[in-house]
């Protein structure tokens, strides 16, 4: 698999991906994944614990198919020296490592085995929408309740998360409830971890004032944004039926 993208189109791509970037040391999480798809593109992909995400590469000439990981720490670090006009040649060699190319010389990184990567294409297949709305709202709900979701999971394990129940946004710490109603998320079924708000939160700022779709499962919620993906597994301990007093 060898492609070749230009370093002002791949810097964003990763900026969406870092959002869900584990941090383990050599641990699979702490590693992008590059894969190509059937339609000759090539998708970036991270997975930190509950939650995930994916992005398409724009611009990208590909030879062949495969898929690799690269550390995303050291990867990132070496595209801070990389001029934004560079086009990069990435080339998965014999040896299982990484070679990244651009005009003032090479860089190579190690690869882990990419089948260790815990993928949810067949999840995403099975989820189904329930609402459309702009980046911005959502992102702007979920930074409003995040500061009353408790982070006592011990105690209160059905406190730790936002949930929206009949399209409007609810947390709380027992101290004070938040709930924020959400234009387009009247169908929407998520329920998110007090811990990965942020990883969200990050996610959403990228797409501005544009679209997003969410989709769910039982166990998992999607929110699909232009040429990107991100999901989280669903914490088990739901919302409890709370009221707010308009």
């Not at 584990?22 to 339609?39: C, K, L, M, Q, Y």
């Not at 086009?87 to 990419?114: H, M, N, W, Y």
């Not at 998320?185 to 942020?198: S, V």
């Amino acid at each position: 698999m060898k492609f070749t993208v230009k370093r002002r189109d791949l810097g964003p791509a990763l900026k969406i991906v870092s959002s869900t970037l584990g941090t383990g040391n050599g641990d699979i999480a702490s590693h992008f994944v590059f894969r190509s798809t059937p339609e000759g593109e090539v998708e970036v992909l991270s997975n930190k614990s509950t939650v995930y995400s994916s992005v398409l590469l724009t611009g990208v000439s590909l030879e062949g198919e495969g898929r690799f990981t690269i550390e995303g720490s050291r990867l990132l670090q070496w595209l801070r020296a990389v001029g934004e006009l560079e086009v990069i040649t990435f080339e998965f060699l014999a040896d299982k490592s990484v070679q990244c190319s651009e005009s003032r010389g090479k860089q190579k990184f190690s690869s882990l085995d990419p089948s260790l990567f815990p993928y949810w294409d067949e999840t995403l297949k099975k989820a189904s929408e329930s609402g459309v709305l702009p980046a911005s709202r959502l992102r702007d709900a979920l930074g409003h309740v995040k500061r009353f979701v408790s982070d006592l999971e011990n105690k209160y394990p059905n406190l730790t998360v936002a949930e929206v129940q009949e399209g409007i946004l609810k947390s709380s710490d027992r101290a004070a409830m938040a709930a924020v109603k959400v234009a387009g998320a009247e169908n929407i079924q998520c329920r998110f971890t007090g811990k990965n708000i942020g990883n969200v939160m990050k996610f959403l700022d990228q797409f501005g004032d544009l679209e997003v779709e969410v989709l769910s499962t039982e166990r998992t919620y999607f929110i699909k944004a232009p040429g990107a993906v991100l999901g989280e597994t669903k914490y088990t301990a739901p919302f409890p039926e709370l009221t707010a007093p308009w």
